[in-house]
């Protein structure tokens, strides 16, 4: 019956002098979007502005004090982040926001930008690492790095500014993550700070200048020759100090990494790792079959050892992980004294490796464990032939 009525109508129009054009799916999909018409139908721009509601992660622990905190009539209700991450594996807090709803950003992702307000909680803050990570409800996340090329200005003192990280310099393109089933934001923090962070948003992104003409990296490098990882300037570092029985530190200009630790019940503190890429995910894809992890090491306590309470992790940015123990089969039964030993553990060595994602790797971890007195240097990711 609707079509009687539909082919009617059309004959009366056609009677008017009125034609048709025929339209298909094609020819809709051939228009592309515009940035306002992107933004005019996305409706969960807000994702923090005075409520903790869809916040986790603000509890207290050994690592961090994260509160939401009052301040003034212009920035009310704003989250007051204390940490240091010395300690710990992982500091930072989510927002689930617009209720936790399902969130399609997958048109806003070519032409937007979080935008947030940051200020230091006192004096002169040092500039902080985020690491911005979008997930999806199934559990695939997409990673942006917030640094020195988002803020206003310098230094980070107690002045609010505008910091704002392009969509654009998420791996959105390559990492999987269904953009029209968003769940949550995340943010990890390296290093230590005490600031205080507002108003989080997603805006149209504007041209304009920001920290002297920074230039957003891509948020994913590609490691395809051997990086050493004690000289490099994208070398960053977390754990080292001393901390509750256990001294981990650089000494001399050689890059030497010195390890002291007493005994200690699940000592969760006694690690320190890396990031070889400057917290960028390291693409690996092309050539992890071939890497290995590679360093100079030599025990300093009483006795020679033909293994040493150690172990290794290489860790994703998916949280997928591969480790090993520096045991006599890894030191290739080597006797471990005052001497410098070269070892060298492929990655296809490293328990857990297959399921390990070598397209978004994170960083190395070393733990210790019992008690110990080594030294580290010469740390490499080598690319072999």
Not at 275 to 291: G, L, V
Request: proline letters at 3%.
């Amino acid at each position: 019956m609707g079509t009687v009525r539909i082919l009617i109508l059309s004959i009366l129009l056609s009677g008017c002098g009125i034609g048709f054009q025929s339209l298909t799916l094609d020819d809709s999909a051939a228009a592309p979007i515009t940035k306002s018409q992107a933004f005019n139908f996305f409706g969960a721009r807000q994702v923090f502005l005075n409520s903790t509601t869809d916040v986790w992660g603000l509890e207290k622990d050994a690592c961090k004090d994260f509160q939401e905190v009052r301040m003034d009539n212009a920035h009310q209700t704003v989250l007051h982040l204390n940490w240091n991450k010395t300690t710990c594996d992982w500091v930072g807090f989510g927002i689930g926001w617009s209720g936790w709803q399902a969130k399609d950003m997958s048109e806003v992702m070519e032409y937007g930008e979080f935008v947030f307000n940051i200020r230091a909680a006192e004096g002169i803050s040092p500039i902080p690492t985020m690491i911005f990570l979008l997930e999806d409800y199934g559990t695939t996340m997409s990673a942006g790095v917030a640094g020195a090329g988002c803020i206003e200005r310098y230094p980070i003192d107690t002045v609010w500014q505008e910091c704002r990280l392009p969509l654009s310099a998420f791996d959105y393109k390559t990492c999987g993550i269904d953009l029209t089933n968003i769940k949550q934001l995340v943010i990890e923090l390296q290093g230590s700070g005490n600031l205080l962070m507002d108003n989080i948003r997603i805006e149209p992104q504007v041209n304009r200048q920001i920290a002297n003409k920074k230039v957003f990296p891509p948020s994913v490098v590609s490691t395809n020759a051997t990086v050493d990882l004690m000289k490099s300037t994208d070398t960053k570092i977390w754990g080292l100090g001393s901390i509750k029985g256990r001294y981990f530190d650089k000494i001399g200009n050689d890059g030497v990494i010195r390890m002291q630790w007493e005994d200690c019940d699940d000592c969760y503190w006694y690690r320190w790792g890396l990031s070889w890429t400057n917290w960028k995910a390291a693409n690996m894809s092309a050539t992890a079959d071939r890497a290995a992890v590679s360093f100079e090491i030599r025990n300093l306590s009483d006795a020679g050892v033909t293994k040493l309470p150690i172990t290794l992790t290489l860790e994703s940015y998916d949280y997928t992980n591969a480790s090993i123990e520096l045991d006599s089969k890894t030191l290739n039964g080597a006797m471990l004294e005052s001497q410098w030993l070269r070892v060298s553990i492929p990655f296809e060595d490293f328990k857990g490796y297959k399921n390990l994602n070598v397209s978004k790797l994170k960083q190395l971890i070393v733990l210790t464990k019992g008690s110990g007195l080594v030294e580290m240097r010469n740390i490499s990711i080598d690319i072999n032939e």
